[in-house]
């Protein structure tokens, strides 16, 4: 069974430093882009930041650029969002998102994570 799972969220004082990190695990052939979402309750899920399975091209969210950084492990399994100068309205629910394949053979699949909470508060 593939799983996505998030950490690094909690309790930070605006102007702080979280470090997200997003481990994929399980059957996995293959894995595609993967994606750092946030969403506050009762709005849209927003694309905070995403990365290629190569790793060569990287976009954020004008909201976090020069703030939030992403990046992964030389083997591709851990991606990480470095988020810096946290203000509050970057309080959310964080989800890693990634399209991956089981096998050679199989379809690719979308997974998420189970979210984990940033909350930007004096």
């Known amino acids: 069974q593939v799983q996505l799972v998030e950490s690094g969220g909690g309790l930070v004082q605006p102007g702080g430093s979280l470090t997200l990190s997003c481990t994929a695990s399980g059957r996995i052939f293959s894995r595609g882009d993967l994606h750092w979402y946030r969403q506050v309750p009762g709005t849209e899920r927003e694309l905070v930041a995403q990365?290629?399975?190569?790793?060569?091209?990287?976009d954020y969210a004008d909201s976090v650029k020069g703030r939030f950084v992403i990046t992964r492990d030389d083997a591709g399994d851990t991606v990480f969002l470095h988020m810096n100068n946290l203000e509050p309205e970057d309080s959310a629910m964080y989800y890693c998102?990634?399209?991956?394949?089981?096998?050679?053979?199989?379809?690719?699949?979308?997974?998420w994570g189970q979210g984990t909470q940033v909350t930007i508060s004096s």
């Open positions: 998102n990634q399209e991956i394949w089981k096998t050679e053979l199989s379809p690719r699949q979308q997974y």
């Open positions: 990365i290629t399975s190569t790793g060569r091209t990287i």
